[in-house]
């Protein structure tokens, strides 16, 4: 057993182990990781967040996300904001904005003095090649049977997998019944996050979104990006748009297609801990 020193953090209640790989490198086991994110033998989260230097000359750390399955993913949008306050309160850097590499991705995160967080998350994916998804050609909604019943749509990239659904009310969604089948759908070779997006009007929407590798989240950043691209993209949302989350709000901007996602939201730290693992 060993000691390990932690910061747990949350944006919007999507919440976070985070843990320092700059000052001393860390290899986590998946079991090392699902017993972190447990909620009753651990410390909880639903995600786990480890800073390295960076490997790419053009970034100033890399971040790397597991998932509370103890699953390694690509992005995290609300822990990209919760890791660059993290980097400026441990003392790993004293500049604002910063580029993290992440994956093949990287996000360009400026922390502002009076508390948001904006990040420029880099362009949406939408070849279905590259998402993963199974699908003959690009397009705006897909058809997907999923326990027996034909659903629409919008499968997305922000360097991690997202299926989009359109719902009436978000209240009302059938995210428990629907959330892990779609999760676990055969034509997302990665799995995929599942998002149910209620259109408010041109510059408001409502999201709730079933995690891959977690289950349903307070708030997902990522998911909130992929929401905007796909209403824009139906021609339902202007370029910027408030996203209600159960957590809270995520304001994202996207002016279009080739264009990177803008994201702003809230990045909290809330407490200090040390755990033996
Ligand atoms: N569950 C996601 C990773 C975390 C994304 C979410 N917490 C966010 O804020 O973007 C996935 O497997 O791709």
Redesign the pocket.
Known sequence: MERLAFTKMQ?LG?DFVVLDGVTRRLALAPEQIRHLADRRLGVGC??VLVVEPATAPDADFRYR?F?ADG?E???????VRCLARFLLERGLTERRELTLQTGEGRAVVRVCSDGPVTVDMGPPILDPARIPFQAPAEATSYALRVDGTMLEIAAVS?G??HAVLAVEDVDRAPVAQLGPSIESHPDFPR?V?AGFMQVVDRGHIRLR?F????GE?L?????ACAAVVAGRLRGWLDDSVAVDLPGGRLVIHWSGRGEPVWMTGPAVTVFDGVISI
Do not use: F, K, Y
């Open positions: 944006g999507n639903d995600q996300i998932n699953g993913v690509e992005h995290c949008g609300n822990g922000m991690n997998p799995r996050n979104v995690e891959r590798g977690v989240t708030a997902c950043g990522t998911g």
